[in-house]
């Protein structure tokens, strides 16, 4: 491909994401809340494990959507690189820019370099975050040019005010104050170009005021949060969510929670015309990670389909 040419990606007239195989996967640096609580004998990974729960989600993704992979290897401080969420953000499906991240954790700093140089081999311009900025997982399209920026935990907020005034889009900021909801995938996720599922208890009124002019708030609870729900990726009409609820044993705790937020997502799911789709992804878990955290939008062509 010829460096900084067009955007390739536009004419392409499906969904187009990229993921990265969990080849260098593992759990030696706790670098996230929920990794920190857990024992010895609970955070290790399984790498066949992994790779199989991997398969079966690019298996899927790429019968619906076309799926490019992120060139990976065993070196053991990419340990987080099959999170590629957090590696960039494409501005729009026409602008060629590729915004690429500005690792706050520092064992992920060396995926930066990795980033720029697969973006400019698709032909994109790329631009490295002047400040603290942890990808798409940070910063969710809406619509247009309007998108809902995360900040204070991984991301600083002057990197949005850089984006608004380097590439002319509307961001509403809001704060993340929680520690197990420390990217903006884990409480706001657009279910199409009208609806956003957010954790509206993780905000303030104010943020929520910004939020409601710009998208419909479609309200859910922190339980349903902490379950994942909004750590969710749509492709075409399918709404791809984790669950490892085959695991768990009926009537638990963790059980119950998990078992709310299936059927909460599939009550959405049903209103909107849109059909879920649950992966067992528990060997992520042990980074703290759900689906979300695996994909990167290279369009949103799936947000042009109109189901209802």
């Given at each position: 491909?010829?460096?900084?040419?067009?955007?390739?990606?536009?004419?392409?007239?499906?969904?187009?994401?990229?993921?990265?195989?969990?080849?260098?996967?593992?759990?030696n640096?706790?670098?996230?809340?929920?990794?920190?609580?857990?024992?010895?004998?609970?955070?290790?990974?399984?790498?066949?494990?992994?790779?199989?729960?991997?398969?079966?989600?690019?298996?899927?993704?790429?019968?619906?959507?076309?799926?490019?992979?992120?060139?990976?290897?065993?070196?053991?401080?990419?340990?987080?690189?099959?999170?590629?969420?957090?590696?960039?953000?494409?501005?729009?499906?026409?602008?060629?820019?590729?915004?690429?991240?500005?690792?706050?954790?520092?064992?992920?700093?060396?995926?930066?370099?990795?980033?720029?140089?697969?973006?400019?081999?698709?032909?994109?311009?790329?631009?490295?975050?002047?400040?603290?900025?942890?990808?798409?997982?940070?910063?969710?399209?809406?619509?247009?040019?309007?998108?809902?920026?995360?900040?204070?935990?991984?991301?600083?907020?002057?990197?949005?005010?850089?984006?608004?005034?380097?590439?002319?889009?509307?961001i509403?900021?809001?704060?993340?104050?929680?520690?197990?909801?420390y990217?903006?995938?884990?409480?706001?996720?657009p279910?199409?170009?009208e609806?956003?599922?957010?954790?509206?208890?993780?905000?303030?009124?104010?943020?929520?005021?910004?939020?409601?002019?710009?998208?419909?708030?479609?309200?859910?609870?922190?339980?349903?949060?902490?379950?994942?729900?909004?750590?969710?990726?749509?492709?075409?009409?399918?709404?791809?969510?984790?669950s490892?609820?085959?695991?768990?044993?009926?009537?638990?705790?963790?059980?119950?929670?998990?078992?709310?937020?299936?059927?909460?997502?599939?009550?959405?799911?049903?209103?909107?015309?849109?059909?879920?789709?649950?992966?067992?992804?528990?060997?992520?878990?042990?980074?703290?990670?759900?689906?979300?955290?695996?994909?990167?939008?290279?369009?949103r062509?799936?947000?042009?389909?109109?189901?209802?």
């Amino acid at each position: 491909m010829l460096k900084n040419s067009p955007n390739i990606i536009s004419d392409v007239k499906m969904p187009v994401f990229l993921l990265a195989p969990p080849f260098s996967l593992n759990t030696n640096v706790r670098n996230n809340i929920w990794m920190e609580e857990l024992d010895e004998s609970a955070i290790n990974v399984n790498s066949k494990v992994a790779l199989r729960q991997f398969y079966k989600l690019y298996s899927f993704m790429s019968s619906q959507s076309l799926v490019y992979l992120l060139p990976s290897d065993t070196h053991q401080e990419l340990q987080d690189q099959v999170y590629v969420a957090n590696l960039g953000i494409i501005i729009g499906d026409e602008d060629p820019t590729a915004i690429v991240a500005n690792f706050a954790s520092e064992i992920r700093r060396s995926e930066t370099p990795i980033g720029v140089r697969f973006f400019e081999s698709l032909g994109y311009k790329t631009e490295v975050a002047p400040y603290y900025f942890e990808g798409e997982a940070e910063l969710k399209h809406l619509h247009d040019n309007v998108l809902v920026g995360g900040y204070g935990i991984r991301s600083d907020i002057k990197t949005y005010d850089w984006m608004e005034e380097k590439f002319g889009l509307k961001i509403v900021k809001v704060e993340e104050r929680d520690p197990y909801l420390y990217h903006l995938d884990c409480s706001i996720f657009p279910l199409d170009k009208e609806n956003t599922l957010v954790y509206t208890g993780g905000f303030n009124s104010d943020e929520l005021k910004e939020l409601e002019k710009v998208t419909n708030v479609i309200s859910i609870s922190k339980d349903i949060a902490y379950s994942g729900i909004c750590n969710s990726v749509r492709v075409n009409q399918h709404i791809l969510c984790s669950s490892n609820i085959n695991d768990l044993k009926a009537g638990t705790e963790d059980y119950i929670y998990e078992m709310n937020k299936n059927h909460e997502l599939e009550k959405i799911c049903s209103k909107l015309a849109l059909t879920p789709k649950i992966f067992n992804l528990s060997e992520y878990m042990k980074s703290g990670a759900l689906l979300s955290c695996m994909v990167m939008h290279l369009n949103r062509y799936s947000y042009k389909i109109q189901v209802i």
